[in-house]
């Protein structure tokens, strides 16, 4: 074991901060939506770090990124990545960190004149945020063998194109298989996007497992009319139906308790105007639980609203289940490795589950799986003020090189 190897952050927050100049956003932040022009250039950047390492850089149909650093031995690799599509207000660590902070490893060990018994792979999956394109982990998912991979490429975004042809016309679609990976065991690194291990004053998050996740859309159609002549016993307004809806949501989260949680964070009504009863409404539901019970209850009790209030209201409801993920737990063995090396290293760690979705739960399906956090200043994410410190990065990415060599060598 290598214990006195340490990482450079100075290097590693160069990178994010380079990473972060593709898709700048005015005030911070960065919009790389996937498959955009922006995603390309992200992509560009980072595959050029991996040939500039040695890496042996591979991607799949789906238009998942590899990059692999033989072991001594043959066989499956110990993975580690994320992604590097962000929200449309993202900020510069989200998903990148477990990129970047894998990249910085491999430079580490390069440095060191380190060669591990099993092969290293750093990867970054197509699509993780879902913001563009439903579900969210799309890459991933598609990758385990979770979602055909016809299904995912037919998939049509919020602004009307399908993952296919933008998959193609940035030129992504590698060639390696998809379905069916053999991997030793993957981790990794994110910030936490909470607030948990920053008011528990806490360097890293040992993290156990992540919620289950429903994403629903809805579409009202009702009869738009007259705002000041039409009485209010004559209306069927897709616009309250809406906002009933989003008032419904937030009531139930507080009334399932636990961690439920509950936003409607898309709603477009139309026409939109001062004077006129809405026609049109759409908005998205998304309902997260650790306890599966609680989400399918959750999840039950909105469908039945929803159904009443259409009734009552006169109005037409569409409905689509746009994400549903059950919550995953992790590999014992892999979150004691997490918390024991950082302990190792002198880092104060907690167990925690994970608020957001992540690769690592898809991952989870055919490789012994775990994740590290690091605290968010904050707990502000999906947001361009997201931040964490260099030295919370660098305590990170240094544990990320000690679980990796632990299960490397
Ligand atoms: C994706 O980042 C999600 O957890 O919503
Ligand atoms: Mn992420
Ligand atoms: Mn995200
Ligand atoms: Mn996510």
Same mark, same amino acid.
């Given at each position: 074991?290598? +214990?006195? /190897?340490?990482?450079?952050?100075?290097?590693?927050?160069?990178?994010? %901060?380079? &990473?972060?100049? =593709? $898709? !700048?956003?005015?005030?911070?932040?960065?919009?790389?939506?996937?498959?955009?022009?922006?995603?390309?250039?992200?992509?560009?950047?980072?595959?050029?770090?991996?040939?500039?390492?040695?890496?042996?850089?591979?991607?799949?149909?789906?238009?998942?990124?590899?990059?692999?650093?033989?072991?001594?031995?043959?066989?499956?690799?110990?993975?580690?990545?994320?992604?590097?599509?962000?929200?449309?207000?993202?900020?510069?660590?989200?998903?990148?960190?477990?990129?970047?902070?894998?990249?910085?490893?491999?430079?580490?060990?390069?440095?060191?004149?380190?060669?591990?018994?099993?092969?290293?792979?750093?990867?970054?999956?197509?699509?993780?945020?879902?913001?563009?394109?439903?579900?969210?982990?799309?890459?991933?998912?598609?990758?385990?063998?979770?979602?055909?991979?016809? +299904?995912? /490429?037919?998939?049509?975004?919020?602004?009307?194109?399908?993952?296919? %042809?933008? &998959?193609?016309? =940035? $030129? !992504?679609?590698?060639?390696?298989?998809?379905?069916?990976?053999?991997?030793?065991?993957?981790?990794?690194?994110?910030?936490?996007?909470?607030?948990?291990?920053?008011?528990?004053?806490?360097?890293?998050?040992?993290?156990?497992?992540?919620?289950?996740?429903?994403?629903?859309?809805?579409?009202?159609?009702?009869?738009?009319?007259?705002?000041?002549?039409?009485?209010?016993?004559?209306?069927?307004?897709?616009?309250?139906?809406?906002?009933?809806?989003?008032?419904?949501?937030?009531?139930?989260?507080?009334?399932?308790?636990?961690?439920?949680?509950?936003?409607?964070?898309?709603?477009?009504?139309?026409?939109?105007?001062?004077?006129?009863?809405?026609?049109?409404?759409?908005?998205?539901?998304?309902?997260?639980?650790?306890?599966?019970?609680?989400?399918?209850?959750?999840?039950?009790?909105?469908?039945?609203?929803?159904?009443?209030?259409?009734?009552? %209201?006169?109005?037409?409801?569409?409905?689509?289940?746009?994400?549903?993920?059950?919550?995953?737990?992790?590999?014992?063995?892999?979150?004691?490795?997490?918390?024991?090396?950082?302990?190792?290293?002198?880092?104060?760690?907690?167990?925690?589950?994970?608020?957001?979705?992540?690769?690592?739960?898809?991952?989870?399906?055919?490789?012994?799986?775990?994740?590290?956090?690091?605290?968010?200043?904050?707990?502000?994410?999906?947001?361009?003020?997201?931040?964490?410190?260099?030295?919370?990065?660098?305590?990170?990415?240094?544990?990320?090189?000690?679980?990796?060599?632990?299960?490397?060598?």
């Amino acid at each position: 074991m290598h +214990d006195s /190897l340490r990482i450079n952050r100075q290097r590693l927050v160069s990178r994010l %901060e380079q &990473l972060g100049q =593709i $898709g !700048a956003l005015p005030g911070g932040g960065c919009c790389r939506l996937a498959l955009t022009e922006e995603d390309l250039l992200g992509r560009e950047q980072v595959i050029g770090w991996m040939h500039e390492l040695g890496l042996e850089v591979s991607s799949d149909a789906m238009g998942n990124v590899f990059g692999l650093r033989p072991g001594t031995e043959p066989g499956p690799p110990v993975m580690t990545g994320s992604h590097i599509d962000t929200v449309r207000t993202g900020g510069i660590y989200d998903g990148n960190l477990g990129v970047l902070g894998g990249l910085e490893v491999v430079e580490t060990l390069n440095e060191a004149g380190i060669v591990t018994q099993r092969p290293l792979c750093v990867a970054f999956f197509t699509n993780e945020e879902g913001a563009r394109f439903a579900p969210d982990m799309m890459g991933s998912l598609v990758y385990v063998g979770g979602m055909p991979l016809e +299904d995912a /490429l037919a998939t049509e975004g919020i602004d009307g194109e399908r993952v296919g %042809e933008c &998959l193609e016309r =940035i $030129g !992504a679609r590698g060639d390696a298989p998809v379905g069916n990976p053999e991997v030793h065991a993957f981790v990794e690194l994110h910030i936490e996007q909470g607030p948990i291990l920053e008011e528990s004053g806490i360097a890293i998050g040992a993290v156990e497992k992540v919620q289950g996740i429903s994403w629903q859309e809805l579409r009202f159609t009702g009869t738009s009319n007259h705002a000041g002549t039409t009485p209010m016993r004559l209306r069927h307004d897709a616009g309250y139906a809406a906002m009933a809806t989003g008032t419904f949501v937030r009531e139930l989260a507080n009334r399932i308790g636990g961690d439920q949680v509950g936003t409607v964070g898309a709603l477009e009504i139309q026409p939109n105007l001062v004077n006129v009863v809405a026609n049109q409404a759409h908005l998205t539901v998304d309902l997260r639980n650790t306890d599966n019970e609680r989400l399918k209850q959750a999840e039950t009790e909105l469908a039945a609203f929803v159904e009443q209030l259409a009734e009552r %209201e006169g109005i037409e409801v569409k409905h689509r289940t746009l994400a549903r993920f059950d919550p995953v737990t992790f590999d014992p063995d892999m979150v004691a490795r997490v918390e024991a090396s950082a302990k190792a290293l002198g880092h104060s760690v907690m167990r925690m589950p994970s608020g957001a979705g992540h690769d690592a739960q898809m991952l989870a399906r055919v490789c012994p799986t775990a994740m590290i956090f690091v605290p968010s200043a904050d707990g502000i994410s999906h947001n361009i003020n997201e931040y964490t410190a260099p030295e919370e990065l660098e305590a990170g990415v240094n544990v990320l090189l000690r679980v990796l060599l632990d299960l490397a060598e």
